[in-house]
């Protein structure tokens, strides 16, 4: 069952969205060559705590971190620790917020200083899939269409869509139904309705789709060695388009302009 968000409920995940906005932005300036992703997950664990916010990730099924990690081959669900961030390194970093109840959740894959020209295109692939697939978020069109708006731009470019993890509805919990493949046909599925929020991600490698499971049984890694990427907005649906609740790139593009 998809649980529909009132305006005033979205508003309150908006208000979780703003603070998983500032902490990205936080950890944006700490992601240099030579911090840990230990250090990473303590800074954030510092800042959610200043919010009177919380991690859904830390405790989730024993999950250690505050935040996910995962360097280069790792696609998703990185436990911190000590590994060091070198120049070249791509960082993928999943960011959960509980705020007053509500969850936020998205994700950004970071470039470390210099990185190679095939990963560097895959971040500006998979991050403008991740936006295509937002224009679809609209009432009367289908989940299929969100999935297919991925697929389409991500196999367009070369690269390939992770097939066994999905995006997922979210609200209350981290976790609602429906979940959201990276592919498949348009046209498919559940009709899109105003109040509907997802976490709409994708998850992609250089070379082939398939993964594997690391021996922490958390880590899932791309099975050839090629670098991966993953991006993540929580994205209402409203009748007046997409509602993205943690914008996190609008604040990245200021600087940048």
Request: with cysteine.
């Amino acid at each position: 069952m998809i649980v529909k968000k009132s305006p005033a409920e979205l508003d309150k995940m908006a208000a979780a969205g703003e603070i998983h906005v500032r902490l990205m932005d936080l950890l944006a300036r700490k992601i240099r060559p030579g911090v840990t992703t230990k250090e990473l997950d303590e800074a954030a664990e510092r800042f959610l705590r200043a919010q009177g916010a919380t991690s859904p990730f830390k405790g989730y099924h024993g999950f250690a971190g505050s935040i996910c990690t995962s360097p280069n081959h790792m696609v998703v669900h990185g436990i911190p620790g000590p590994y060091r961030l070198a120049d070249g390194d791509v960082l993928s970093v999943d960011v959960g917020v509980v705020y007053d109840g509500w969850v936020a959740d998205g994700a950004r894959t970071f470039a470390v200083g210099e990185i190679p020209p095939v990963a560097e295109k895959l971040l500006e692939v998979t991050e403008a899939s991740l936006f295509r697939a937002v224009e679809q978020a609209v009432p009367g069109n289908r989940l299929g269409d969100i999935s297919h708006a991925v697929q389409a731009h991500v196999e367009g470019n070369g690269f390939s869509v992770v097939r066994s993890l999905v995006g997922h509805g979210v609200g209350r919990s981290m976790h609602e139904d429906p979940q959201i493949p990276n592919y498949g046909p348009a046209g498919k599925g559940v009709v899109l309705e105003e109040g509907m929020v997802f976490a709409i991600e994708p998850m992609t490698c250089a070379g082939r789709h398939t993964v594997r499971m690391g021996d922490d049984g958390w880590a899932i890694y791309s099975t050839d060695g090629s670098v991966a990427a993953h991006f993540e907005f929580t994205v209402a649906i409203t009748a007046d388009g997409p509602r993205i609740l943690n914008p996190w790139h609008e604040s990245r593009d200021r600087a940048a302009a």
